[in-house]
């Protein structure tokens, strides 16, 4: 197989060794004689994978005893609705910071919930930075952030201060397990795995155990935190085959040396890529300094006339897939989460090297 370096979004690049794992668990899963995939959910090979999973990330991101970890379904995007449904008092309002279009669609579910308080938009200039001195409302129950707007390629590098009635509730699909974060600064976290975690089908959700008791309005039992976290996420059938390439991805980052060596490893690769964007003429970053995304690198032409498919045809050609950037942003847009190896970050910024010489 000819060796391809794939920069997308999402679903994106996995580590090659827990591909591999994952392939030997289809095959014969725990030596138990079967195939993972055909194995039920209430067996002691799988029950017993759930709970490594769990310990694996409670281990790697430092989750204190007061919080539980659930593997839930319906992607990030379900945790838009289900965040307002079991948080929100009845009347009540929350705070939202609006840095793209994963926030805007998670304002839209909660207003039908309650009141929201944009009290962050950096819209007015097509989400290029991550607004920042936000004032917090009196009477909101908690603040929504994302962490890392994968289509804009911005990232918090500080998330902001909120006083003790309130609490953090952060998106953090694209950037969860890059680099270490304290934990006890939010009440939730949710990120569909498709990113930085694994395959698409299971979504992580971490929740401070105080806010299971939250019961403000009547709502489908499947939507209720409590009921996924009273059975271990196992109140229905979970996404098996998901969580065991998730906590292949897990094991891979802990023999790596956990998520600080994973943090300096995600510094070089994007500090390297920018530093290429920057000196390269023929492109520029749409992006505010500070606020750049170490998983998610959006660049453009800089007024050279040249068609973006030229460069994307030339990358192609050399094995760099899935480097469009996003219809609202245009351009291009590499993403280095994790499991992108620095190799091919290095290919990348030569093949711009050569399409400069070519080009300019
Ligand atoms: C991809 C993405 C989503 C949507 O995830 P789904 O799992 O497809 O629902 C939400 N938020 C962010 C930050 C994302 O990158």
Known sequence: MKKIYNF???????PQQAINSSIESIKNFKQSGMSLLEMSHRSVQVVDL??????????????????SVLWLQGGA???FSMVPMNLLPIAGSADYIDTGSWSAKAIIECEKFGKVNVIGSSKDSNYSYIPKDVQISSNSSYLHITSNNTIYGTQYK?????????FLVADMSSDILSKT???????????GAQKNIGPAGVTLVIIRSDLFELKYRDIPTMMSYNTHASKDSMFNTPPVFSVCVVNETLKWLKQLGGLDSMA???ELKAGLLYEEINRNTLFKSPINKEDRSLMNVPFIFDDNGIDDKVFLDFCLARGLTTLKGHRS??????????AMPQKGVEVLIETMQEFEKRYS
């Open 77 to 79: 995007s379900l945790q």
């Open 329 to 338: 942003v245009g351009g291009f847009r590499a993403s280095i989460y994790n």
């Open 181 to 191: 974060i304290d934990i006890s600064k939010f009440g939730l976290i949710y990120a």
């Open 50 to 67: 759930f709970e490594e999973t769990t310990n694996n990330i409670i281990e790697l991101l430092n989750i204190p005893k007061n919080y």
């Open 158 to 166: 500080n998330f902001p201060e909120i006083n003790n009635n309130t």
């Open 264 to 266: 300096n490893i995600n």
């Open 8 to 14: 997308s979004a999402g679903p994106a690049c996995l």
